[in-house]
């Protein structure tokens, strides 16, 4: 099992950016995913999630309305789009594979004026 996060980087308050989670060696489209983030200091956060067909997704309170996740079966790969980032969004982010302990070394979202 391989899972490959990219697209992370700075971005002042208020911009935008879109995660990417690239799967390999299981079966992506049986899974729910999800993206979990964790800031310097502090424990792994929930951030969202998605069912297997993409058509239900789920969001942690304080990222609901500003990121979207979304998920591509034919192309193994999961998404997270950021906007409106806040300077709280800052942490390392990374997907997981629903049930077990897969998870990727995730990719830095650094949000600074």
């Known amino acids: 099992v391989q899972l490959v996060e990219s697209g992370g980087g700075m971005v002042q308050p208020g911009g935008s950016l879109r995660l990417s989670c690239a799967a390999s060696?299981?079966?992506?489209?049986?899974?729910?995913m999800s993206w979990v983030r964790q800031a310097p200091g502090k424990g792994p956060e929930w951030v969202s999630a998605i069912n297997t067909g993409g058509g239900s997704t789920y969001y942690a309170d304080f990222v609901k309305g500003r990121f979207t996740i979304s998920r591509d079966n034919a192309k193994n790969t999961l998404y997270l789009q950021m906007n409106s980032l806040k300077p709280e969004d800052m942490a390392l982010y990374y997907c997981?594979?629903?049930?077990?302990?897969?998870r990727g070394q995730g990719t830095q979202v650094t949000v600074s004026s």
């Open positions: 060696g299981f079966t992506f489209s049986s899974y729910r």
């Open positions: 997981a594979r629903a049930g077990t302990p897969d």
